[in-house]
């Protein structure tokens, strides 16, 4: 007989089997796009990245049932949840610290195969006053939603938190779609130089991260429309706020350094 009863404050979690479908799922996805690259055969990869967000909704509806009806998210637990998701973003931070670090690498003492400029000769680099600039806006429009959204459900406001945070989802497919296209456009590519490779690197990557948040805010968005948070307890939504924000600076600094000072 399973019972919510504890004596102390912490949460020892049941045995799950996500961690280990999670890290099959990744497995799969990433032989599947070497699969893909090689021998231009996707299945394994769609497989993988089935896999992957399969277990994300169920590890995620456990979650949601640990923390929203079994009250096992104590005080003590939520803090453990916030140093973890700030030790994760901190480690985000690291990751694309060595995709700058590769960029200026090459930028700022450019090598005779590069023609000893940057960018290297015959590369054509994207306006920073067009698609860029706009792209710009909108997440510092969806930085803004989003902070109204927090503040919104700190008081309670149920139906300005509601639209805040869908007006924050479309600003993120906005911003997607709008990346897909320039890159579509794109007059290099990612095997042109080293300019080619950090570019794409850098901001493909950016935009994967763009793709994870809007799911994190479309996820809280169906759990906020059935009640799970309150003005004392949502720290769902917070982690989301928080890795949203955190996208938000990464392109400040991607359109800066590559996007108008690289160019």
Request: charged share 5%; aromatic share 18%; glycine share 8%.
């Amino acid at each position: 007989m399973m019972t919510t009863h504890s004596n102390h404050p912490y949460h020892l979690v049941n045995p799950s089997p996500w961690p280990l479908t999670g890290a099959i799922g990744a497995m799969a996805t990433t032989i599947g796009m070497v699969k893909w690259f090689h021998q231009y055969n996707n299945t394994l990869l769609f497989i993988g990245l089935l896999l992957i967000s399969l277990t994300m909704i169920q590890w995620w509806r456990d979650i949601t049932r640990e923390g929203t009806y079994q009250g096992l998210h104590t005080l003590p637990v939520s803090k453990g949840l916030r140093w973890g998701m700030i030790l994760f973003i901190v480690s985000e931070i690291f990751f694309f610290i060595s995709f700058f670090w590769a960029f200026f690498h090459s930028s700022l003492s450019p090598s005779i195969e590069l023609g000893s400029m940057w960018p290297p000769l015959g590369i054509q680099p994207f306006n920073p006053l067009q698609i860029p600039l706009l792209n710009t806006t909108i997440l510092l429009a969806s930085g803004v939603t989003v902070t109204w959204a927090h503040h919104s459900l700190m008081e309670g406001n149920y139906s300005q938190a509601t639209q805040s945070l869908f007006f924050t989802i479309l600003l993120g497919i906005y911003f997607t779609l709008l990346q897909a296209y320039e890159y579509i456009e794109a007059p290099f590519t990612i095997s042109d130089a080293v300019y080619g490779s950090t570019f794409f690197m850098a901001t493909g990557f950016h935009g994967l991260h763009v793709i994870i948040g809007t799911t994190f805010l479309l996820t809280c968005l169906l759990r906020h429309q059935m009640c799970h948070f309150s003005p004392n307890h949502h720290f769902g939504f917070e982690a989301a706020a928080w890795y949203w924000h955190f996208v938000d600076v990464v392109w400040l600094f991607l359109y800066i350094s590559i996007y108008w000072w690289g160019s």
